[in-house]
């Protein structure tokens, strides 16, 4: 089960990366802790011993039973969960998931910047780009950057700029930190509070 408190991990295994991707597309907009229990009983019903997550849920929408099983432990947003697990099926049949970069993320239907940077900074030890999460940002107006945005820019231009301002920012204040590292310490503060 992924524990959101120690996400950052560049040494998971292939059922582990995609329980990992599973959970940054499951977990936008909601509580990371409850996302994490509700994705591991999904899995728990869907995976058989010798299946990863990744051919559970392919199995699960060639036998009719992602939408039912998905319900069953409240995942919520099921639309766009279905279309986004079965978008993910596809690119992992065209390309192995290991190599996957942000644009192979991004071109998938419920994965948008902040999603693919969370699970490339997290799972890729020389990705460095920021994952603009309210927390982030809030972080940033709390070091007098008030025109921060609130929740994340979807002006790809604007979230660029956040992004260099949040790295730099991160690399002043945490020099001994890395990226994942500081993500991890101010999602923490700020989830607490």
Sequence with gaps: MIDPNNITNY????????????????????????????????????????????????????YGTLDTYLRSVKLGQYNRLIKTFHQVMIQNQVKPLNDWGFSDLVQIDGIGPKTANFFLLHSQEDYNEAVLD?????????????????????????????????????????????????DLKIWTQYNKS
């Design 134 to 182: 309210t927390h982030i940002l809030k972080w940033i107006r709390s070091l007098g950057y008030d025109k921060a945005p609130i929740s994340t820019p979807n002006d790809p231009k604007k979230y660029r700029m956040w992004n260099m301002t949040f790295k730099h920012l991160a690399k002043t204040l945490y020099p001994h930190l890395t990226l994942a590292e500081a």
């Design 11 to 62: 040494n998971r295994t292939q059922a582990e990366l995609e329980e990992f991707l599973l959970f940054a597309i499951v977990v936008a907009g909601k509580n990371s802790k409850v996302q994490a229990q509700k994705l591991n009983e999904y899995l728990n019903i869907s995976t058989r011993a010798d299946n990863t997550p990744f051919k559970a849920i392919q199995n699960d929408c060639h």
